[in-house]
């Protein structure tokens, strides 16, 4: 008979099957288990979906060169509001750039823009106010996106007895809202000031208005209508 001491060790001094393996193992997330190089498993990390875009026809493209031409300078832009937007062309209202954070639209004291009494037309202050901000709202966006006004409020304060400066203030950052994609509106706070006629002279403050844009990349009028051609 074996001596005592050479008896089976007693059962809980015995090494399981196992030995090692936590009891929760299979409930442990496998970033928190450790390999034999003390190194942490991390899980693989899924790549974002990748989106394409669709293959732009020959008519997108001439589309989107125009577009930008006319937002090039303001030759351009005369000749594409010729053909497109006649009465800004005739109004003669162009866009300039005071310091690097502000523009604004110039619309000339010319026969076209004035009224019977000799005074700036309430019509012409008010079209070119859709117009100015349209301008500027597009420039900003660039040629793959179209602007349409939804709201547009306008008051009047006094006679515009010579050219017509349009000072244009965003409410949103443009540019946040482009970088997030989809449509989005923004509001524009106008103040139109006739301009001093000598220097050192102020501006004087003949209107003011709100007006709100809805922009809306050309990709998604065109998602638009491939499903309505679907139904």
Known sequence: MPPTDQLEAPIHDRTAPNEGTPADAATTPLSEVPDPQNRTLKPTPVPPPRHFDEPKTLFDKVEAFISKLSVRDNFWHSICSLIWLPLAFYSGIKMKQIDTTTFAAYLPFRRFNRNWYRAMAGGALLANSEIAGGMYVFATCGGDYTVVCKNL???????????A?????PRENIKEHLAHGGEFNITLDLEIQQQAFKEGERDRRVGKCEV????TP????????????AK
């Open 153 to 163: 409020n306008y008051t009047f304060l006094r006679p515009c007895l010579g050219p």
């Open 165 to 169: 400066v349009y000072r244009m203030t």
């Open 212 to 215: 709100t844009f809805h922009v």
């Open 218 to 229: 050309k990709l998604h009028h065109k998602k638009k209508a491939l499903r309505k051609a």
